[in-house]
């Protein structure tokens, strides 16, 4: 996991990055490096538009680079933040990862974080509630990607695993009122047992339905009228930032 490289790579290709990080397990201490199983190890980046871009009106950036044996996806900060503040998990993970680069502009964004959380966590309840229906729709379904895994396990142990994840970050969540990205010894063990395919097909489906259950119980116990201030405040901030890095760039010639 090299950081710093996959920051230069992008920077070379002239990108302005303010914000950059390991992307998925390794967040949840739940990558495995083994001859059976082996973890991904994917970038996403953060990009700042140019003058010219906006004046051109340009398209935002979303775009994906092959890096080594791995990926880097980038995207324009404006699409990213107005994305980031709907609370999908996947993109508030990235708030708080310990694998990361940032700029100290995208700094003010990040310590916004458990504002977010605390004023807008019935979208995050939502949010993976909705990614748990997506799982359980690709459970057993032969989608290209994964039908080898459907072919030798009747189903994919890697949309199980994500299921319970999701289910375990909103129980945890709850519990706590705190974004939870890691888990306790034992829950982890577990999960990483389910990634390495250790449940048969029955008992995969009994806690494909208990944990289905529990987060839709979790889901419609807690709602509450959203607070929208941070999130106001977050879209202010990526602008300002825009803003600030031209202007330096402008002075700097």
Not at 76 to 101: G, Q
Not at 124 to 137: F, H, N, Q, S, T
Not at 143 to 161: E, R, V
Request: aromatic share 16%.
């Amino acid at each position: 996991m090299n950081l710093k490289k996959a920051k230069k790579f992008l920077e070379e290709k002239w990108y302005n990055i303010c914000y950059i990080w390991i992307y998925w397990s390794q967040n949840y201490w739940l990558d495995i490096n083994s001859k059976k199983y082996q973890s991904d190890v994917d970038y996403k980046a953060v990009c700042v538009p140019t003058l010219r871009d906006l004046v051109d009106n340009s398209k935002p950036i979303s775009k994906s680079y092959e890096f080594e044996w791995w990926l880097i996806d980038i995207k324009d900060i404006r699409v990213w933040t107005e994305t980031l503040v709907k609370c999908n998990p996947a993109y508030v993970e990235t708030l708080y990862t310990p694998h990361c680069w940032y700029s100290e502009e995208y700094k003010l964004i990040i310590n916004k974080r458990d504002n977010l959380i605390n004023e807008m966590w019935v979208f995050l309840l939502k949010a993976c509630y909705g990614m748990i229906l997506e799982k359980v729709k690709a459970f057993s379904h032969p989608y290209p990607s994964i039908k080898d895994k459907i072919d030798k396990f009747w189903y994919d142990p890697k949309q199980l695993h994500h299921i319970v994840r999701l289910c375990l970050l909103m129980n945890n969540f709850v519990d706590k009122w705190e974004f939870i990205m890691l888990n306790t010894e034992n829950e982890n063990e577990f999960l990483i047992d389910i990634k390495l395919w250790k449940y048969n097909l029955d008992e995969a489906i009994s806690l494909r339905e208990h944990y289905l259950e529990l987060s839709k119980n979790i889901r419609d116990k807690y709602k509450i009228e959203p607070n929208f201030k941070t999130k106001k405040e977050i879209i202010q901030l990526s602008k300002d930032l825009i803003y600030n890095r031209i202007v330096n760039k402008i002075m700097d010639n």
